[in-house]
């Protein structure tokens, strides 16, 4: 069974501009979740989706948002990109909230100049 | 306030030490999910665990181990006879049910294991 997938891998913007990221779940999970990971904060927890609805979201400003298709694939997008965005974003996905284990993607390392 | 915390920030053994990595938790839930997570430098998290807060069994996976107790908040994990490629940042990390289920990990900072030959 294949693993999470995610688009691009590498990425360089420039401030300002805007990124959309993308995830493709293990096949047969419906919960996707989003982190991202900075030296100076850590992994820190952006949003989580399942069955194309937002069930949770973190302490982000509204410049960071997402969503979820009906085939459980996600995308988060950032608009207005700043030189503190510059992170790794990390996907995670899982059969459902709550009670299962969480598989994470290799991560797209978006780097902003 | 829920808070996961790893005072090892970095550890350095020999290969074939055992190593046993600290994780302490802060939660106001009774149901709760502990994990264990591998970095490795090519970055992708690794999932090695997941106990729920009922399950206070110690469990072993080959040179892995983990020791999970309430009474003092804690769920470390041990590698024995450590490799090489054990050599990467390990996180724990922490799931409530508080509000409903959720997937929502609050992380430690990690801790940085480098396993010399």
């Given amino acids: 069974k294949a693993g999470v997938t995610q688009t691009p891998r590498y990425l360089i913007k420039t401030r300002g501009q805007q990124v959309t990221l993308s995830c493709s779940p293990i096949s047969g999970h419906r919960s996707v979740s989003w982190y991202q990971q900075t030296p100076g904060q850590g992994l820190q927890f952006l949003f989580e989706y399942f069955s194309e609805t937002q069930r949770n979201k973190g302490n982000f400003p509204g410049r960071f948002s997402g969503r979820q ?13 700043e030189l503190g965005d510059s992170a790794l974003y990390l996907c995670a996905s899982s059969l459902g909230p709550g009670d299962y284990e969480q598989y994470f993607g290799p991560g797209t390392r978006l780097t902003v100049t | ?28 839930d009774t149901t709760y999910y502990l994990f264990w997570y591998k970095q490795p430098p090519s970055g992708e998290l690794v999932f090695l665990i997941r106990r729920n807060s009922f399950d206070e069994q110690n469990e072993i996976s080959g040179r892995y181990s983990w020791n999970f107790q309430k009474s003092t908040s804690s769920f470390n994990f041990t590698i024995t006879a450590s490799q090489v490629v054990d050599s990467a940042v390990y996180f724990c990390a922490l799931s409530e049910r508080y509000g409903g289920a959720t997937n929502k990990l609050i992380f430690g900072t990690g801790t940085l294991l480098a396993v010399q030959p």
């Fill in chain 1, 69 to 81: 298709f009906s085939n459980s694939r996600s995308e988060m997008n950032v608009s207005t990109l």
């Fill in chain 2, 1 to 28: 306030a829920q808070k996961v915390t790893q005072a090892q920030t970095e550890i350095s053994v020999v290969e074939k030490e055992d190593v046993t990595l600290d994780c302490v938790y802060e939660t106001r």
